[in-house]
């Protein structure tokens, strides 16, 4: 690891202050994706902004007809949350696929959003639902926050406070892992809100979660495995390494979607 | 060097540390506490398992200064001083749950943790789906598998 | 049978300090002025060092030393070597190239030393080995072990990077027998290569004493001893005699830490240099390059059958690839660890094997848990079962069929076979694993989707390692006998002194189980000593399954003698007769009268000596023996594996696993189940989960746990485990071992069961879900072709 300077603001306030005097700063949230990076010297961030001590960034609320989850809500808290669990069950099943329980009790909601990796699991979550990123500044929808392998809409001094999930009337993820590391290999997120259907694919793209429309597509007649029955997943601009090819993943898409779809 | 104060084991400490110290490290170099072990360095043997605050956590993968504040409890500080073995322990002896012994502190601390969670009954799927954290070369899980199962029966009582 | 004797399910004594975290492994060790070693590896596969400039790093902060490969060769340091002498089939011997602790001219594979650092913290190292400037000159890098024998020459000493070409057996009668074959099968074969990834990364502590000239080594080490002799008469380091190696508890080796490696010679040379105690622990994602790898063969493999099923012949070529350099034992592995056993269970009347071991730049091969009888096995039970299927034949009657059923018996091989029931093994296995129900549930699977499938592994492996002058004819450069002292307290309880050294095995309970059961003594009065050169004289250590046959028996022979010379004090005693004594259940009796005196009473006698007159007997209890076995042990089994797979994702799940093995005499159960349990993970790894993976470029992909998929809880079964026995008539217990038989026999029978489910013989190791969908959809597009 290489040194670092370490802050612990109390206020989100604070910590964007020190995000904004300081372009070499990072967030450390549950510290799950950073500190591995740090210590294996892949990362070298030259300050450390600790967003556990930050009252208020935590926890599960119901408001209306969505789900509220404050970006330092462990994943772990999510995937046993009776909240959750009655609300949304896909999405306590999906933070409880994520890593392992150790890793489940430190990992949050809102570094893994923000860490945009294309592997993981949330992502999947928050464009499968249509869910709005609520940060320090504004809300941004689902659609337009991720930008990429490791990429977001978030500019440097902004901050994800937290995550509203829309209610969906059905919605499943599936998941499959990649063996080693248990990061998805491919994981399928389908929901149905009214009209809104929604096919959200994580750990198969090349530049991180997307969207597979023509399934969507081919589920507004009717929300069914059936519907999309023989359909596939061209296998251009998705991820191949020693995993799984491109084929193979655009293979488990289809099959996953269909598996998810008939779970929920 | 910043100054870190936590609980370990029921006793409070204070030390001066590198800011770069990992929780692990602390335990291990500046308290000698060496039962808590490093098996890798990508978050995902579970050999340095300890509890922070009541909650199992990888403690490879968290700071030193992160833990201020906080209560550690690490495998040396299971059991209490010159008291009986846990039950979790004693399961792990009674069921050849351990061979070389490198994960087994670890195995012994994600099994407490599980037992908090998911109870006293616990059944094969269960427990080999929660270790999925805890690599083990040695035993291939299946007396582990026994040991947690027993063990967290045996914590019923305790 | 006592309560804790052979036999007994005994509850380990060390546990206690390994379930409380009071282990104390090396890591855990920390000496005063202790300074940390880093080192500074090569990110190329293959490349000339045209200068390092270690200028900016011996500057930073912490820094002690920056040492590199020429200051090792101006200080003399020899190279490391592998012990085991290969002829090739011309007669010439292998090629052992240079390989020195730190590389100094070029380096041979990603991970290579290049420079270490010596600082206050390894914090400090780690920054000032960044700074360590290296000019490369970058060479093309062979990676694939079928292509190096046309690939440029890695050392110039090599030609066509070939380091033998051996063989075994008699290859006329092979052909002939392939000609008036019935029936030919023909396999291709990849055995894929292993990380070996004990739980404890490797650590190497060194301490200089200037006062006494005596340097000490702890170091994560199956073989202390071994370690103490390379690194005196081939490093050079200091006599034998300044040198002690001390190896503390070790979390788990499973081959990879016999080895003798560059960084314990580094941290040795540097404590002196520095004159501080210098530590190195090794991270994981350093052990993935550092830690020499296993397996990686590619073979070619014919079985010739007869009529009704009867084996003729096998054929095999293998070219094995072991990396940059000679391991310690590498050359051993792929020959005699591996030919010798290509009969298998059966009774083949010609086997012929030629073997090519060349050099790639990756790191280096040797053994790994089986070492060359997993690759053995799994040739010869996918031929076999491979056969069965093209003969339409039942896979277990075939095996049947070709059983050895005499013994001893000689295969073409140089091994002769001393005891065994292979039939007995097999029989018991189908019934436990309730193969006559498999078809039921063959159908079940197929309803919800799913394929099933069933396969068998008889294997056999030869353990005991080794008689010495069987392995010394065959080239092996020490001898494999294992030395025991057995110290006799004069209050009665023992301590025992073995060079056999335990790293997971339980040894300090086995080895009191025998000692409390041979002297009626609570096993709490045995303690097992070990581990160290100052304290044990010699030993050759643990590894090939070795430290029950030929440990134990070691100490069987001191205990032999401590029973002698004990009649001799209660002789004394008693005033009886020497030869009128007997000793039963702690006792030593005047055969025919009531006179006796108890265990105690004789110790205590021995050491204060009142009643021996003058120069008669020698006062103390202390005895040691040297053990050399007369022949290999034989252990052998069968092990039964069932899966059901996905055909939609390629998932195999493993529903079931039966292992019946035979070890002969079982010290303890619970201890041999555990063995095995181990051993069958291992295997089910490398079948469906486990590869090292390089690219073309030499960067090993799969280079941390990321990657490189370990077996979880989640991807095993419950295993029912049982045995059979058949007493092993070379060793006194009657032991033949069992700390490999897992990872021999799992891979074929997962490979089999796969193979059945799927209906396709084209698949590889590891049987990864994309594989296993590959599989499937080629086999459907070539039913569809024809």
């Known amino acids: 690891m290489y040194a670092f300077t370490y802050h612990r603001p109390t206020t989100v306030r604070q910590a964007v202050n020190l995000l904004a005097k300081n372009s070499e700063a990072k967030l450390l949230a549950g510290g799950h994706s950073l500190i591995p990076v740090m210590k294996l010297r892949l990362g070298s961030p030259g300050a450390l902004i600790d967003m556990n001590k930050i009252e208020g960034l935590s926890g599960i609320e119901l408001k209306g007809r969505s789900l509220v989850i404050g970006a330092m809500t462990r994943h772990g808290e999510v995937a046993t949350s009776q909240v959750v669990k009655e609300a949304l069950p896909a999405l306590a099943d999906l933070a409880g696929m994520i890593g392992d329980p150790a890793v489940r009790h430190r990992g949050t909601i809102g570094g893994a959003i923000a860490h945009n990796d294309p592997s993981a699991d949330y992502p999947a979550a928050v464009l499968g639902l249509g869910a709005t990123i609520i940060t320090s500044k504004r809300r941004i929808e689902a659609d337009e926050f991720f930008k990429g392998m490791f990429e977001t809409a978030l500019e440097p001094d902004e901050i994800i406070t937290k995550v509203s999930f829309p209610l969906a009337k059905k919605a499943a993820y599936q998941k499959f892992k990649q063996p080693a590391s248990g990061f998805a290999l491919v994981g399928v997120f389908v929901s149905k809100r009214g009209a809104d259907i929604r096919v959200a694919v994580t750990g198969a793209g090349a530049s991180g979660a997307f969207r597979v429309t023509a399934f969507e597509e081919a589920l507004k007649k009717r929300f069914s495995p059936k519907s999309i029955e023989g359909m596939t997943v061209p296998a251009t601009g998705l991820n191949g390494d020693i995993h799984g090819s491109a084929e193979y993943r655009a293979h488990l898409i289809a099959v996953l979607a269909r598996r998810a779809l008939a779970a929920a | 060097m910043p100054a870190v104060s936590m609980t370990v084991n029921g006793k409070a400490v204070t030390a001066d540390v590198d800011i770069r110290t990992l929780l692990v490290q602390f335990l291990r170099e500046n308290l000698r506490l060496t039962g808590t072990h490093v098996g890798c360095d990508t978050s995902q043997c579970g050999a340095c398992v300890v509890h922070l605050d009541g909650i199992a956590v990888k403690s490879c993968t968290t700071l030193a200064v992160q833990a201020e504040g906080c209560t550690v409890l690490t495998i040396e500080g299971l059991a209490a001083p010159n008291g009986p073995l846990h039950p979790m322990q004693e399961a792990f002896r009674e069921h050849h749950g351990l061979q070389c012994g490198f994960c087994t502190p670890g195995m012994v601390m994600t099994a407490v943790d599980m037992v908090r969670r998911k109870g006293n009954e616990l059944d094969e799927k269960t427990i080999r789906h929660e270790l999925d954290g805890n690599l083990c070369r040695c035993t291939g899980y299946h007396n582990i598998v026994k040991a947690i199962a027993a063990g967290a029966r045996a914590m019923k009582g305790a | ?786």
């Not at chain 3, 063989?167 to 291709?188: E, M």
């Not at chain 3, 790639?360 to 079962?385: I, K, W």
Request: hydrophobic fraction near 40%.
């Open chain 3, 1 to 786: 049978m006592s309560a804790t004797g052979i036999g007994a399910a005994v509850r380990r004594k060390e546990d206690l300090r390994f379930i409380t975290g009071k282990g104390q492994y090396t890591d855990d060790i920390s000496r005063p002025g202790e300074t940390r070693a880093v080192f500074l590896r090569s990110p190329h596969a293959h490349a000339k060092i045209k200068r390092v400039d270690t200028k900016a790093a011996a500057a930073m902060p912490g820094v002690i030393a920056v040492l590199t490969g020429a200051d090792l060769a101006q200080d003399k340091i020899g190279n490391l070597i592998c012990g085991w002498m290969i002829h090739s089939k011309d007669g010439s011997p292998m090629k052992m190239a240079p390989h020195p602790a730190i590389a100094a001219n070029k380096v041979c594979c990603v991970g290579d030393q290049v420079a270490v650092v010596i600082a206050e913290t390894l914090a400090e190292g780690k920054d000032a080995a960044e700074k360590i400037k290296v000019d490369y000159e970058v060479l093309p890098a062979v990676v694939d072990a079928a292509k190096a024998q046309s690939a440029p020459a890695i050392h110039e000493s090599a030609p066509k990077n070939t380091i033998y070409q051996w063989h075994l057996g008699d290859a006329k009668a092979v052909d002939a027998a392939i000609k008036s074959a019935k029936h030919v099968t023909r396999l291709d074969i990849v055995n894929n290569r292993l990380v070996p990834n004990a739980m404890e990364p490797r650590v190497a502590i060194a301490e200089y004493d200037s006062g006494t000239d005596n340097l000490t080594l702890w170091n994560t080490t199956q073989n202390p001893h071994v370690a103490r002799l390379v690194i005196s008469a081939f490093v050079g380091m200091a006599p034998e005699h300044k040198l002690r190696v001390i190896a503390p508890d070790v979390g788990g080796g499973f081959g990879s830490k016999i080895f003798i490696y560059p960084e314990e010679v580094v941290c040795l040379w540097a404590a002196r240099l520095v004159g501080r105690p210098v530590k190195w622990t090794s991270d994981r994602s350093e052990a993935f390059v550092a830690d020499a790898h296993g397996r990686d063969h590619i073979t070619h493999a014919e079985m010739a059958f007869g009529e009704g099923g009867k084996i003729t012949a096998i054929k095999v070529k293998t070219i094995a690839n072991l990396g940059a350099y000679m391991s310690t034992f590498s050359s051993s592995v792929p020959t005699y660890l591996y030919a010798t056993l290509l009969s298998g269970q059966y009774d083949i009347p010609a086997i012929y094997c030629e073997v090519d071991a060349v050099y790639t730049n990756t790191a280096p091969v040797d053994a790994y848990r089986g070492a060359g009888r997993p690759e053995a096995t799994f040739v010869v039970e996918r031929l076999v079962e491979v056969g069965a299927r093209e003969e339409g034949m039942d896979p277990a009657e075939l095996r049947r069929k070709n059983f050895i059923k005499t013994f001893p018996h000689q295969t073409p091989v140089i091994m002769n076979y001393d005891a065994g029931d292979y039939g007995a093994s097999l029989k018991k296995a189908l019934d436990l694993a309730d193969v006559k129900g498999f078809d039921k549930r063959k159908r079940e699977s197929e309803r919800a989707g799913k394929l099933r499938g069933l396969g068998y592994s008889s294997y056999i492996e030869a353990c005991g390692i080794a008689p010495s002058q069987a392995v010394g004819s065959l080239g092996c450069g020490v001898g494999l006998w294992e030395s025991a002292e057995v110290r006799v307290n004069p209050t009665g309880s023992v301590e025992v002194l073995t060079g056999s050294h335990s790293h997971g095995q339980g040894h300090e309970t086995t080895f009191a189980q025998l000692v409390s059961e041979r002297l009626s003594i609570p096993i709490e009065n045995v303690s097992v000593v070990h581990g160290d050169t100052d304290k044990v004289q010699f030993g050759m250590g643990t590894y090939g399954s070795r430290s029950g046959a030929v440990g134990m028996s070691a100490v069987v022979k001191a205990l032999d003698k401590v029973e002698a010379k004990a009649k001799k004090v209660a002789a004394y005693m008693m005033e009886a007769a020497e030869g009128d004594i007997v000793f039963k259940d702690g006792k030593f009796t005047v055969a025919g009268t009531d006179k006796s005196v108890a265990w105690g009473d004789v110790t205590l006698n021995a050491y204060i000596a009142h009643k021996f007159a003058g120069s008669q007997l020698e006062p103390g209890l202390k005895e040691g023996a040297f053990y050399d076995p007369t022949n290999f042990t034989f252990p052998a089994g069968c092990h039964i594996c069932e899966v059901e797979i996905d055909p939609e994702t390629g998932n195999t799940e493993i529903v079931g696993w039966t292992a019946v093995d035979d070890f002969g005499t079982v010290v303890n159960p619970m201890i041999v189940e555990g063995q095995v349990h181990g051993g069958v993970a291992q295997g089910i790894g490398q079948a469906l989960l486990e590869s090292a993976i390089y690219n073309a470029e030499g960067q090993l992909v799969s280079g941390s746990f990321m990657d490189y998929t370990m077996p979880r809880a989640e991807n095993l079964p419950s295993l029912k485990v049982d045995t059979t026995m058949t007493k092993c008539p070379s060793n006194p217990l009657g032991i033949k071992g069992c700390g490999e038989a897992g990872a021999i026999a799992a891979p074929a029978a997962v490979v089999n069961a796969i193979t059945d489910a799927i209906g396709s013989e084209d698949l590889a190791m590891p049987a990864t879900p994309p594989a296993v969908w590959a599989a499937i959809r080629k086999a459907a597009k070539m039913q569809k072709a024809a």
